[in-house]
Every structure is written in C-alpha cells, then in structure tokens.
C-alpha cells in the first residue's frame, strides 16, 4: 500500500471515535470593533511601525520623489519592473543574481497593504514591489505605502489579500531575541526599514 | 552532530542533574520572566483574546475531526499549483525522500529554516549519513548546532545558554564550519548576531536546495506558512532553486480565511510581539520568482495515533507557540533537555506520549508525571489545549500500559488503601493503628515542620523515594471519629475518658466516607489534580511535587 493510503487509511480509522455533528467555529471575535479609523488610523500605523524601530516619514504626492531621494541618498538602488514613479540613477532588476543583489545597497518598492494595530506592511510582489529577493538580499529597503492601502486590522489585510500571490509580511527590520532574550535589529534580512507614508493632502 | 535525545534518562533522573546546575537556573529564570512580561503585556492589548482562543481551537478541531478530506483537498490544490506532493509514514521515509531531492540535484548541503518536524525526524543526521550537510540558519538552531548541543525550548533553542557561552562557541567552532568568527568577537548580543549573519549570508548566496517546514499549510488554497523574526526563513524558502518542505499532517487549515485568527494569537503567545517580522505564504511555484521546484512531504510519524486518542487529540491543535513552556514551574527549573524529546515543557509531556504510545519506554512514560498539573499551560495556550487533563489521562494510560507483572510498591499500597477504605470497620481499625503509630512516632521524631508540628524522617524501604521530596506530618494521636465519640460531637471536651461506644450524641457512619482510591470517577474530575483521595496519613501535606 502507498504511504499516502496508508496515512489516509490510519486517519479514517483515528476518526471513528469522532464526536457526533460538525465543529462551529465561534466568530465573536469579529465583532470587536475596529479599534481605528480614518486619521487615527493612519497615525495608529506610524506609531506601530516606529514601534519596530523602523523609520517613517510621511510626504504627499507631489513630494513623493524628492522623499525617495533623500531616503536613498549617494547609495545605489534597486527598483522592479513596475514602480509607478522615477528614482534617480536607480538599478532595474533584470533578474540579478542573489549574489549581484548582495554588492546593491538600497531597494525600493512598493506595497500591497498595511496594517495599523501590528506596524505590518505586506508586499504581494506584484509588479511594483518585485520578486522575493528584490526586498530581502539588499540591507535597505525603502517602502511606499499609501495611506489609502492601510486597514486596521489582521482579518482585514487577510481578506484584501490574493493567496494565489506569494506574499511577505514585514513588521520592521530583520530582528532575532536568541540571545538572552535581548532584541537585535538586522540579522539575515535587511537591516533599515524605512517606510514611506503617502497622503492625499 | 552526534548530539542526539536516543537514550535519554527518565524525567526525574535528568531533572535532579538540571537541577543542581545553577548556571542554567539562572539562565532560564531571566529568559522566561522576560518572555512572559512581554507577552502578557501584548495579550493585554486584545480585549477579545478569549474569542480568537476559542475560534483557534475550533478551526484545529474542525481541521483535524476531517483530516483525511483536507489533506486531499490540501494535496490536490498543491499539486494544481506546480509542488509535488509525497506522504511520509514516518520518519525514515521523510528523511530518504528529502535526501533523494537533494542527490537528484547533485548537492553536498542544504540550508534550512527552523522546524520542528526537522528536528523530530532528526533529519540532519540522516542527510549526514548522505554525505549532505544540512546548515541551520536560524541563530539559535546554528548555536545549538556549532555547540554540538541539543535543543531546550520550541521557540528559543539555545534558551539555556548565555552570551559568554554563545561567544565562546562561535569562536571555537565557527571556522570548522565555513567563515569563521572575527577574533576580537565579544559577548554584545547585537555583535555575536553579525558575526551569525556574515558566517550564513555566503551559504545562503550558494545554496541550492532549501529545507522548512510550515507553520500552517491552507487547504483551500494549497498555501503555506513560515513565521520567523530573522528572515534567515525567507533567505532559505526564497533564494534556492529547489525547495522541500516538510509538513506535520497536523499543520492544515481548512481555509485561507483562518490564518485571520492564527497571525493574530501565534506572535503574541510566542515572542510577545504584535506581529513576528516575517512572514512568508507560497502556494506552489511562482514563475520567476523564488524556487521554481517546490516539494511538500506530508509527515505522519505518530500524528495518527494522537489522533485517534479521543482526549490527547486536541494536543495536535498545537502551533508550537512555547507559550505553555514559559509559564511552566517545572519547565523553568529543569530546562528543556530533562524533557529527552524536541518537544519539551508541557506540551512535550503530552505530545510524546501521544505520538509514541503510553508504555513504548520509560523515558516517555515518565513524562505526563513532569508535571505539578497547576494549569498555568492551559491558561496560557492560544488554542486551549487542556494540557492537565491530557496529562491526567496519560498517567491512567501509563500506569495500565504497565498491568500484569510485578506490581509495583505504589500499586500494593493503593490497593491496601482501598481494602482499608472499603470498610467502617477496617477504617476504624487503621485510624486506631496510626493513632498509636503517632504516639510513638512524636515521642521519638526529630523533625518539625513549620508551625512546630512534628513530622517524619525519610521513610524506610519503599516509602523512601516518595517522603525524600515531601514533608510528612506525624499521624495524629486520635481519630475524628474517636474525638467525635470521645467529647459527644464536640459538646463535651472535657468528658472524662475516650468513651469506645460514645454518647447520645454519637452520629451514624458518614455515608460520603470515600471508598476507592484506584478509580477514575467522574466526581474526581472537580480536583484537577486526579490525586487519589487522601488516606489518614496524607492530611496536612501540602504543595505538588514533579
């Protein structure tokens, strides 16, 4: 027999002492109320993310550009294919190699969503944000997030999101506590992040 | 490593070694007190943490009471999507197929993300019989592994040990194993990190295959999860062409939806943080993007069997949080070694049983006895696993997995105490016995306990082992029942001699006299403890022991 049938076969047999009827899952927690909106929201998101020791800086549309600028400063960066905005003298990913990506010092993308209670920002690496190792090899990375991507709360990110899409859920920078407990910014992941916050004003 | 749990002591033996090293004690105090300030705290923030603690527990339920139908679903959605899919009986199939992936592609090494179900199939000591060398990148797995050690806590491996230590085994053993550590390393946790990521960063660059494991893995959606801090998780699960993971059967979601509760309750009852800093999800292979080979080996390995133990099942709703381990007194005493399994703490001292099998050997048998049953594990669990109960229940499965036989001193004076218990009159006669025993015993005893009450040395022959780790008060000189009869309920004090037949006051045998000590009746299930009723000698004694 296969050991797929055979696993198969052991757990129909496990489940014959099974209680009678279907589990209900108790949803009450969905009727917490969102804890923030709007204004308070967006701000509940900054002070979250800073709480990471990530950096924040808030800029508008129009003063989009120059922000990407001085984030990235003389270094040089990587940006995808998708980015909807210039950054000077940066790189285009042209499907470097892991190690190529390791001598680049900057990257620079996009996000998918953001979510205020946890400080996460989330990437689907779509065209703007990327493949994987684009926000990963190098030890800084700048994202944009619009204060229109940002929800409150986990089941609302949950559900705004694609599982088809390989996802990444960042909540500040690369961090271990496997000594004495003591938190370490920057150990494998990049060492900087730096989140860029847009508003419509 | 030759470091290895096969033929560890039983419980009680490698606690008293645990025990007298106060390095360690120190190291675990300061390291559990943290985590549990830190976790409290964030918990705190949830108001409705009671309903995500009762929805994770349903979602597993609902998960596990239709396993088989999920794994398919989980199998086919996989498959659907670019993985291919093997089953694993246990662990030497899991082991031989993961190490025919890394011969197919011709590989010497692998990195790996941390995992559970790695460490349990011992896997990197099989890929070594292979000649294949199997790098942990997280920093406290790469400690324990340079260390030539074994692991003591789920989420925090090297728990036990500290800063110097960690310094000291980077210096020495760095270099043997690639880059080595630069000589004027100190002990600065934020230093001895950097010397980790330079030593990984150049595998991670070269690195053809990668192993994990999955924290959940969606059925509905052929999804799978790794939650890590270091993003040495993401280095592995993204950077290789070729990725294996390898997936407790138990680890499946019905749907994608369900991780709403899970992303919420893990990081918080692990690290004490709001949200872990990484998260990865992949269902299948993303072309150009990440491994374009994904392999998925669904792991039995005993999971059945827990499962079909009507109360030790919920102990697969684990997500392998450690909450219960940093709450634990016992845990934070003897560390998580004593424990001989990658599974320590208290859901280790469920959780070997139930995927071995109560009576398979000492060492786990000794296990659901690990434990004082104070509950501090099932408050603490975000999917409510009643970690006492199952205990209780285990120790019934351990003690029948050992009928027949020589019965053991335990078993003799339990059955004695129920003939006793069985009858007024035998009662009678044995309160009369230690009555007199505590006479004697007063006259000659050298010990008190605090409060002035005399007590007993260490017991003679069988008794030794249980009065060497317990206070015993003397037996008093009079019965309830013969003061009872003696004062005529208490009216008269002063009445002369103890009167055998007693007054007009004297009252009809109780009928809620206890009469068995061996059987688990339902009423019992009121004291958490299980704990036998008392027998004349017992009363006065207080407080748990391991």
């Not at chain 2, 390095?23 to 390291?31: P, S």
């Not at chain 2, 004062?487 to 004297?506: L, Y």
Request: aromatic fraction near 4%.
């Amino acid at each position: 027999m296969s050991a797929r049938d055979e696993i198969l076969g052991r757990v129909r047999s496990a489940l014959t002492t099974r209680p009678e009827g279907e589990v209900d899952v108790p949803r009450a927690y969905r009727d917490a109320v969102a804890p923030v909106s709007g204004d308070a929201m967006v701000d509940l998101f900054v002070e979250r993310v800073e709480d990471y020791r990530a950096t924040v800086r808030r800029c508008t549309v129009a003063e989009l550009e120059q922000a990407v600028a001085e984030a990235v400063g003389q270094a040089q960066a990587v940006v995808p294919p998708g980015l909807d905005w210039q950054v000077p003298g940066a790189v285009a990913d042209d499907g470097q190699s892991a190690a190529e990506l390791d001598g680049i010092d900057v990257v620079v993308t996009a996000a998918a969503v953001g979510i205020a209670v946890t400080g996460t920002i989330v990437l689907d690496h779509r065209p703007d944000q990327g493949r994987r190792a684009l926000t990963l090899v190098p030890d800084h990375h700048v994202c944009v997030v619009r204060a229109s991507q940002v929800v409150a709360t986990v089941p609302e990110a949950v559900a705004a999101l694609d599982p088809a899409r390989p996802l990444t859920w960042i909540s500040g920078p690369s961090a271990t506590s496997d000594i004495e407990l003591s938190r370490v910014e920057g150990v494998h992941g990049p060492r900087r992040l730096e989140v860029l916050l847009v508003t419509d004003a | 490593m030759t470091a290895t749990f096969v033929g560890m002591p039983v419980f009680p033996t490698a606690a008293r070694a645990a025990l007298a090293d106060t390095q360690l004690r120190r190291n675990l105090a300061h390291a559990t007190s943290t985590i549990r300030a830190k976790r409290l705290s964030v918990v705190s923030e949830v108001e409705e943490w009671e309903d995500l603690r009762l929805a994770g527990a349903a979602i597993k339920d609902q998960a596990l009471l239709d396993l088989d139908q999920h794994l398919l679903r989980l199998e086919e959605r996989l498959t659907a999507n670019g993985a291919i899919v093997h089953w694993a009986r246990d662990a030497a199939e899991a082991c031989a197929i993961v190490a025919q992936v890394a011969r197919d592609h011709e590989v010497d090494e692998v990195v790996k993300v941390k995992s559970m179900a790695t460490a349990e199939i011992e896997l990197n000591e099989r890929l070594a019989e292979h000649g294949i060398a199997a790098w942990e990148t997280d920093l406290a797995e790469l400690i324990v592994q340079l260390g030539d050690d074994l692991p003591s806590h789920i989420l925090v491996p090297a728990i036990h040990r500290n800063r110097a230590e960690i310094r000291e085994i980077f210096l020495t053993r760095m270099a043997g194993a690639g880059k080595a550590a630069p000589a004027d390393l100190t002990d600065d946790p934020p230093e001895l990190a950097a010397a980790a990521r330079q030593h990984l960063r150049e595998k991670f660059l070269r690195a053809k295959v990668g192993i994990s494991g999955a924290n959940f893995a969606v059925a509905d959606t052929g999804t799978l999860v790794v939650v890590e801090s270091e993003g040495n998780g993401r280095m592995c699960l993204t950077l290789p062409e070729v990725l294996v993971s390898v997936v407790g059967i138990e680890k499946v979601l019905p749907t994608w939806t369900d991780l709403e509760v899970f992303l919420q309750t893990l990081p918080r009852s692990s690290t004490g943080e709001r949200m872990n800093p990484y998260t990865s999800t992949w269902s299948g292979v993303t072309p150009g993007d990440g491994p374009q080979e994904v392999h998925v080996v669904l792991l039995d390995n005993g999971r059945t069997r827990a499962l079909a133990d009507e109360v030790g099942r919920q102990a697969l709703r684990c997500i392998r949080c450690s909450a219960c381990l940093n709450v634990c007194p016992v845990y934070e005493r003897t560390g998580g070694h004593a424990y001989g399994s990658v599974y320590p703490g208290p859901i280790g001292a469920i959780l070997n049983p139930l995927l071995r099998g109560p009576g398979s050997g000492d060492q786990v048998d000794s296990l659901p006895y690990a434990s004082t049953l104070c509950g501090a594990c099932f408050e603490a669990c975000p999917v409510r696993i009643d970690i006492p109960t199952v205990l209780v229940d285990l120790r019934a499965q351990v003690v029948d997995a050992h009928r027949g036989g020589v019965p053991s001193a335990q078993s003799v004076a339990m059955k004695g105490a129920a003939w006793t218990f069985g009858s007024g009159a035998r009662l009678r006669a044995a309160t009369r016995a230690s009555g007199l025993l505590g006479d004697v015993v007063r006259r000659f005893g050298r010990r008190s306990l605090p409060g002035g009450r005399s007590a007993l040395g260490r017991l003679p022959g069988p008794g030794a082992a249980w009065s060497g780790a317990r206070d015993m008060p003397t037996p008093p000189s009079e019965s309830f029942r013969a003061w009872w009869r003696r004062t005529a309920g208490g009216t008269s004090e002063t009445s002369g001699a103890r009167d055998p037949e007693g007054g007009p006051g004297t009252p009809r045998p109780n009928p809620g006299t206890p009469t068995t000590t061996g059987d688990r009746s339902p009423d019992q299930s009121a004291d958490p403890s299980g704990r036998p009723a008392a027998g004349p000698l017992d009363r006065g004694v207080g407080g748990g022991a391991l």
